[in-house]
């Protein structure tokens, strides 16, 4: 079966040797799931880099941010009975969560977004305090006005919630704290306010009753939210049955504001489908794709750190053009385009 997706010939673009480590310390794992935006004629991106130590026979090595905000090596034995280390991304200790890599935010840019480099001047974005121990990981950016709104995945022992800086030129940023409590993340701020109010999605999860769905939320300022709605759910038996979750901003078209999304079955295989909302109340789910427009059949997106994953956060539109940048088996980050109307010919009503 094959999907509607034109991958860049290129692709992987970016691998984690392309890139060095934050510190001699440190080795990276993974390239994954970059935010994207336009700044200054250029393409951008605002990439996930997961690092760790080398590992030792015997022993598991994890980093995180002490309260002193610098990076801390936690090691265990492998034969330690309160150990659980069955995930390669996540391991139990003693009845706690610790995730195996620390992520930043690396920005990179480029002249024809494929070929991306590491501009002078701009730093990365790391973690900041208790509620980002472990790392920020898997950014979106939405524009407004002049305003760029970053949402992204903090993650610390007390939970993974979202939390959001704004800039307007790169280098000077604002914090703005974490505005979706846990459990949750997959937050996409509208890059246009409706009837006045900001709108962004977000995925909390609730295992016990309910599960891992996209829900819809307004603000009057973009930091404070409310009027919570469940949007989007999972089918039982398709593609995604076991979680969605929100990619990039949503796409203003005539026909409604188009959001690419990602979907998981039980057996962790991620695929990228389509809703359509209503464009003067996102609340209103119009139509949905049945079928996958991306899955995951190329070598790079079938085997990696963690593999059959294709994951997007990020976009550029150029009229019917998406170029689509994406994630691929958790270590490398790849591009595709789609022709909008081709998605939106997809949709269907039948919910």
Same mark, same amino acid.
């Given at each position: 079966?094959?999907?509607?997706?034109?991958?860049?010939?290129?692709?992987? &673009? $970016?691998?984690?040797? /392309?890139?060095?480590?934050?510190?001699?310390?440190?080795?990276?794992? @993974? =390239?994954?799931?970059? +935010?994207?935006?336009?700044?200054?004629?250029?393409?951008?991106?605002?990439?996930?880099?997961?690092?760790?130590?080398?590992?030792?026979?015997?022993?598991?090595?994890?980093?995180?941010?002490?309260?002193?905000?610098?990076?801390?090596?936690?090691?265990?034995?492998?034969?330690?009975?309160?150990?659980?280390?069955?995930?390669?991304?996540?391991?139990?200790?003693?009845?706690?969560?610790?995730?195996?890599?620390?992520?930043?935010?690396? &920005? $990179?840019?480029?002249? /024809?977004?494929?070929?991306f480099?590491?501009?002078?001047?701009?730093? @990365? =974005?790391?973690?900041? +305090?208790?509620?980002?121990?472990?790392?920020?990981?898997?950014?979106?950016?939405?524009?407004?006005?002049d305003?760029?709104?970053?949402?992204?995945?903090?993650?610390?022992?007390?939970?993974?919630?979202?939390?959001?800086?704004?800039?307007?030129?790169?280098?000077?940023?604002?914090?703005?704290?974490?505005?979706?409590?846990?459990?949750?993340?997959?937050?996409?701020?509208?890059?246009?306010?409706?009837?006045?109010?900001?709108?962004a999605?977000?995925?909390?999860?609730?295992?016990?009753?309910?599960?891992?769905?996209?829900w819809?939320?307004?603000?009057?300022?973009?930091?404070?939210w409310?009027?919570h709605?469940?949007?989007?759910?999972?089918?039982?038996?398709?593609?995604d049955?076991?979680?969605?979750?929100?990619?990039?901003?949503p796409?203003?078209?005539?026909?409604?504001?188009?959001?690419?999304?990602?979907?998981?079955?039980?057996?962790?295989?991620?695929?990228?489908?389509?809703?359509?909302?209503?464009?003067?109340d996102p609340?209103?789910?119009?139509?949905?794709?049945?079928?996958?427009?991306?899955?995951?059949?190329?070598?790079?997106?079938?085997?990696?750190?963690?593999?059959?994953?294709?994951?997007?956060?990020?976009?550029?539109?150029?009229?019917?053009?998406?170029?689509?940048?994406?994630?691929?088996?958790?270590?490398?980050?790849?591009?595709?385009?789609?022709?909008?109307?081709?998605?939106?010919?997809?949709?269907?009503?039948?919910?």
């Amino acid at each position: 079966m094959s999907d509607i997706a034109q991958r860049f010939p290129e692709n992987p &673009i $970016l691998i984690p040797k /392309d890139l060095k480590p934050s510190s001699p310390d440190l080795q990276i794992i @993974s =390239l994954l799931n970059p +935010g994207v935006f336009v700044f200054e004629n250029k393409t951008w991106l605002l990439v996930r880099v997961a690092e760790s130590i080398a590992q030792k026979e015997g022993v598991i090595f994890f980093p995180v941010i002490n309260e002193l905000g610098k990076v801390e090596i936690i090691e265990i034995p492998l034969n330690d009975p309160d150990l659980v280390a069955t995930d390669p991304r996540v391991i139990q200790y003693k009845g706690l969560d610790y995730l195996t890599t620390l992520s930043h935010l690396r &920005i $990179l840019c480029s002249d /024809d977004g494929v070929h991306f480099y590491a501009p002078e001047s701009f730093n @990365s =974005l790391f973690g900041s +305090g208790i509620l980002e121990q472990f790392g920020i990981e898997d950014a979106r950016v939405s524009k407004l006005d002049d305003t760029y709104y970053i949402t992204y995945t903090a993650v610390s022992s007390n939970g993974v919630g979202v939390g959001l800086r704004t800039t307007r030129d790169w280098k000077n940023f604002e914090t703005k704290g974490m505005i979706f409590p846990p459990h949750n993340k997959d937050c996409a701020i509208f890059e246009e306010k409706i009837n006045g109010k900001f709108y962004a999605l977000h995925r909390p999860s609730s295992p016990q009753i309910g599960g891992n769905f996209i829900w819809l939320a307004e603000s009057p300022d973009g930091v404070h939210w409310g009027n919570h709605q469940f949007l989007v759910g999972t089918r039982k038996g398709l593609w995604d049955s076991a979680r969605v979750g929100a990619g990039a901003a949503p796409i203003k078209t005539d026909k409604g504001w188009l959001e690419i999304y990602h979907g998981a079955n039980a057996e962790h295989k991620y695929c990228l489908g389509a809703f359509l909302m209503d464009l003067n109340d996102p609340s209103k789910v119009i139509a949905r794709t049945l079928e996958p427009i991306m899955m995951p059949q190329e070598n790079y997106e079938l085997s990696g750190f963690f593999g059959y994953v294709v994951f997007t956060n990020g976009h550029v539109v150029e009229g019917d053009k998406l170029i689509m940048y994406y994630g691929a088996a958790d270590e490398f980050v790849c591009g595709a385009y789609f022709s909008i109307e081709e998605i939106l010919s997809a949709l269907i009503t039948e919910l």
